[in-house]
């Protein structure tokens, strides 16, 4: 890909990619709004994607600073997964209003979390959608919700670390957390739950917008509480426990505005979202599981909900 973009679209003015023919693509089905506490996620497999013509029409959509900003990634497959996650926020957010996918504007906090920047229409007012996006160098996800701070993380369930697992959880984790890798003899089990906590701070970090430089992973706890209260280890069984985060300097105190669900996605991918709780319906109660709709896309050319088949397998919720 990064051969046919320099060979093609360099330099990048802001009708460059107009005088390039391409095929007419597929209109975006439209999604429903989600409702409150739900969670809409969108994700795409970057392998699946070989044709260089769809990569084109997906270039198309951005604005001439992100065009710039793959561009500067150093390689193909690093090209290739900036073009895509960020065609992938435009389209999501296409399928909510009226919007087309290269109408969208962003802006970033002051700790560089991305937000849509709406304009003001007279006979129209858009959908207060919030998002965030996650990916790896074998998946991109994209999680929606409406007028909630999302945070998503997805992480591949065979990372490899460069380090001892024990030595980036010191540097990394609460003491709480640590300890609790302490208890797992097993190194494939220790591996396994290492990562499933740093998919969750992830997700928590970027619910509060604030990110990892803002929040420090030290600063709180992550942990799974049953229902009588009590700390859960181990495998989860039928007590569904729930995640709750928890204040280092301050125990006692939970910060539970916050929902949780952890699942595996595609096979391949521990999978966290942290959404804030819809304090305008409190009548929902505060047991209630935060919900989730998965679709597998390749814009413009095919989706599929995989919510109840065998992509999505639900860790805790």
């Not at 992938?88 to 969208?104: D, E, W």
């Not at 739950?193 to 706890?221: C, H, M, N, Q």
Request: neutral net charge.
């Amino acid at each position: 890909m990064s051969w046919l973009l320099r060979r093609n679209m360099l330099p990048l003015h802001s009708n460059s990619l107009a005088r390039r023919p391409f095929a007419s693509p597929l209109p975006l089905p439209p999604a429903s709004l989600p409702s409150p506490r739900e969670t809409h996620i969108w994700y795409v497999v970057p392998d699946e994607l070989k044709d260089a013509s769809l990569l084109y029409q997906y270039m198309e959509l951005l604005s001439p600073c992100e065009r710039q900003s793959v561009l500067r990634m150093n390689g193909e497959r690093l090209q290739k997964g900036a073009l895509l996650a960020r065609a992938l926020v435009r389209t999501t957010l296409a399928r909510y209003g009226r919007l087309s996918p290269k109408s969208f504007k962003f802006q970033k906090n002051r700790f560089g979390k991305p937000e849509v920047e709406w304009d003001k229409y007279d006979l129209w007012a858009p959908p207060p959608l919030q998002f965030n996006i996650s990916h790896t160098s074998t998946m991109i996800a994209c999680g929606v919700t409406l007028d909630l701070p999302i945070g998503i993380d997805i992480e591949e369930k065979q990372r490899k670390t460069s380090n001892n697992i024990l030595s980036l959880a010191h540097r990394y984790f609460s003491p709480v957390e640590v300890a609790y890798l302490k208890t797992l003899a097993d190194p494939e089990c220790r591996q396994s739950e290492f990562i499933r906590l740093w998919t969750l701070k992830e997700a928590y970090v970027k619910a509060l917008g604030r990110g990892f430089s803002g929040t420090p992973f030290k600063d709180f706890t992550i942990r799974l509480e049953a229902s009588n209260s009590k700390q859960v280890t181990g495998e989860l069984k039928s007590d569904a426990p729930s995640i709750v985060v928890e204040a280092v300097d301050d125990p006692g105190i939970l910060m539970n505005r916050w929902q949780f669900a952890l699942f595996e996605l595609n096979n391949s991918h521990y999978t966290a979202v942290c959404m804030e709780r819809d304090v305008k319906n409190p009548a929902d109660g505060e047991n209630n599981s935060l919900k989730l709709e998965v679709w597998r896309t390749l814009p413009f050319v095919e989706d599929e909900c995989v919510t109840e088949t065998d992509a999505v397998k639900n860790i805790i919720r």
